[in-house]
C-alpha cells in the first residue's frame, strides 16, 4: 500500500490533489488543520493536511515470491523513512478503531455552515459526525454542486435515520404530563386541551394530582373556566379512581401532576401511588431545552421508573441552544411529540415530526 501526505489551502483543495496525484480509488485515513510559521503567535498560516492511500498492485496478478533467493537490504535512509510512514497509518488504523471514526477537521464550504450550526447548537460529537458522513456521501455523488434544497433534505434524512420511527400524535383517551418543576407542563397541558376543544371538538376534562402548590392548582382552573371544562383534583389514588369514574363520559382526559425535585427518587414513587397507570395512558415528559444535557439525562433516567411513551420539548423561546432535544431523542430512543415556544395558549405548540425538529435546531442557530 502506497501512503502518502497531502497538503492543501482547504479541504477541497487537498482532496483534488488526493484524485491528482493518487487517482480515484484512493482512500482518505485521516485529515486535520495544520498551522504553520507566524512570530509569537501571530501571522501564523493554515492548512489542510491529509493522510491518503492505495494499492498501485490493486487488479494486478500477485507474482510468485522467489524461491532461494535471499532478499535484498533496504538503505538505511529508504528504511528509515518506510519506518516513519508505517508508525504513522498504524497509528492512523487505531485511533480509527478505537474512535470508530476518521478525523475531518473541514468540509466543504456548503456544508460546513450545517456542522457549525449542529456544533454551536451543541449536538453530541458522536451524532454529529454520522450526520456529516451521511452528507457528504451524497454530496460527493452529487459531483460536489447541489442546491440548497437538496442539502437540507439530506440533513433531514441523515438526522431522521438517527430518530426513533415518529408516527402523529394520536391521543389515547388519558393523557398525562409530568417532568421536574419549572417545565411548564400546566401550560403546556392547557394548550393541548385548548386544540383538542377547538380543532378537534372533542369532550375535554382535567384531572390535577398537583396539590402541593395552591396556584397550580388555580392556574388549571382557570384555563379549564376559559375552556368551559371541568376539573377534578385527586389527592390519592383513591380520588383519582373517582375522578376517573366521574369523568368517564368524556372524550380526552388530561392529567397535570406536580413539579418536584427530579432528584429525588421518592417523588417518582409517589406519583406512581396517585395515578393508575393503563394501557389507555399515554405519558408525556415535559424537559426544557433550557437544562444542560446532563441534567436532562439524569431527569429521564429518574423517570424512568414510569414507562416514558414521548417527550415535549418546552422554552424554545428562552435559550439559543437547542441540540440537546436530538441528543436526548437519538439516546434514549424516544419521540418527541411536541415543542412549545412561548406562553400564548392556544398558541405556541406544535406537533414535532423529524423536519419539525430539524427545522427548530437549524432555526435556533441562525
Known amino acids: 500500500m502506497k501512503v502518502k ?8 483543495e487537498a482532496m483534488s490533489k488526493v484524485r491528482s496525484e493518487m487517482g480515484q480509488d484512493a482512500v482518505i485515513l485521516n485529515s486535520k488543520n495544520v498551522e504553520t510559521g ?9 492548512y489542510v493536511e491529509v493522510i491518503a492511500a492505495i494499492d ?9 515470491p522467489p524461491v532461494n533467493k535471499t ?39 456548503a456544508l460546513e455552515e450545517i456542522h457549525a450550526v449542529l456544533k454551536s447548537q451543541e ?40 430518530l426513533p420511527p415518529h408516527t402523529p400524535v394520536k391521543h389515547k383517551k388519558y393523557l398525562n404530563v409530568f417532568g421536574p418543576t419549572g417545565v411548564g407542563k400546566t401550560t403546556t397541558l392547557a394548550k393541548i386541551a385548548a386544540k383538542a376543544v377547538v380543532q378537534e371538538g372533542k369532550k375535554v376534562a382535567f384531572i390535577t394530582t398537583d ?16 375552556l368551559n371544562v371541568p376539573v377534578e383534583v385527586a389527592y ?3 380520588d383519582f379512581k373517582k375522578a376517573k369514574l366521574k369523568l368517564a363520559s368524556y372524550d380526552f382526559i388530561l392529567i397535570d401532576t406536580a413539579g418536584r425535585n427530579f432528584r429525588n427518587k421518592l417523588y417518582v414513587e409517589q406519583l406512581k401511588e396517585l395515578i393508575d397507570f393503563e394501557e389507555e395512558m399515554e405519558n408525556h415528559l415535559v424537559l426544557s431545552v433550557t437544562s444542560k444535557y446532563s441534567d436532562m439525562k439524569s431527569i429521564i433516567n429518574q423517570f424512568n421508573l414510569i414507562k416514558i411513551d414521548s417527550f415535549i420539548f418546552t422554552k424554545f423561546d428562552e435559550t439559543g441552544s437547542t441540540g440537546s432535544m436530538i441528543n436526548a431523542a437519538h439516546d434514549f430512543q424516544k419521540p418527541v411529540s411536541y415543542i412549545t415556544t412561548g406562553q400564548n ?4 405548540i406544535i406537533e414535532a415530526g423529524k423536519n419539525e425538529i430539524v427545522d427548530f435546531v437549524l432555526r435556533s442557530g441562525t
Not at 396539590?211 to 376559559?226: G, N, P, V, W
Not at 395558549?345 to 405556541?348: G, H, I, K
Open 5 to 12: 501526505k497531502i497538503t492543501g489551502k482547504d479541504m477541497n
Open 345 to 348: 395558549v392556544p398558541d405556541d
Open 236 to 238: 390519592s389514588m383513591e
Open 71 to 109: 532478499i535484498n537490504k533496504i538503505p538505511a535512509a529508504d528504511n528509515l523513512e518506510m519506518k516513519k510512514e508505517i508508525e504513522e497509518l498504524r497509528s492512523v488504523v487505531e485511533r480509527i478503531s478505537s474512535n470508530n471514526q476518521v478525523s475531518v477537521s473541514e468540509y466543504p464550504k
Open 211 to 226: 396539590t402541593y402548590r395552591i396556584s397550580a392548582i388555580e392556574q388549571l382552573k382557570t384555563y379549564a373556566d376559559i
Open 123 to 162: 449536538v453530541k460529537s458522536e451524532i454529529r459526525l454520522q450526520v456529516m458522513n451521511g452528507l457528504l456521501k451524497n454530496w460527493y455523488k452529487s459531483d460536489e454542486n447541489a442546491p440548497e434544497e437538496d442539502i437540507y433534505n439530506w440533513l433531514k434524512e441523515a438526522v431522521g435515520e438517527l
Open 38 to 46: 507566524g512570530f509569537l503567535g501571530f501571522f501564523a498560516k493554515n
Open 56 to 64: 498501485p498492485d490493486a487488479g494486478k496478478p500477485v507474482p510468485k
